[in-house]
């Protein structure tokens, strides 16, 4: 089953038509729509209804032609999304300083199992000349 578009649906005079800005598909809201945020039914893109003055809308209803100044200055809650961006940025210089600390301390951790080992092995060559010397020394 297909989708209707403006091309195979009915419209009334009532209805707005604007493109969307991310996809270029062309959509249609009723007019008490205006202003509002929608999702684009093919992209999926935020999508900001143009706002009309009633000569524009008069104009606009004969026409059914999307006019390039209907075009959403920016997108909606681009702020709010600068914003997690921004925090994103910073969680990353953190988790960046956090993976180089824990690296270093991998690091230290390998140092100090090697260090481990050597007293290990001193302890058991002592361990064994200690008691070279007293079996000798019961002979």
Known sequence: MTE??????SFSEDDLFFTCPHCGKNMAI???GMGLTIQCPDC????KVPKLSDTELKKRSNSHVPAESDQPDSLPYIDFLEEIC????????????????FNL????VLTLKDEVQNLQDAM???????SDSASAGTE
């Open 30 to 32: 009723e007019k008490r």
């Open 4 to 9: 209707p578009t403006p091309e195979t649906e």
């Open 44 to 47: 999926r893109g935020l999508v």
């Open 105 to 108: 301390q991998q690091e230290a």
């Open 124 to 130: 058991e060559i002592l361990t064994k000349q200690m």
């Open 86 to 101: 921004m925090r994103l940025q910073g969680i990353q210089k953190k988790y960046s300083v956090i993976e180089t600390q």
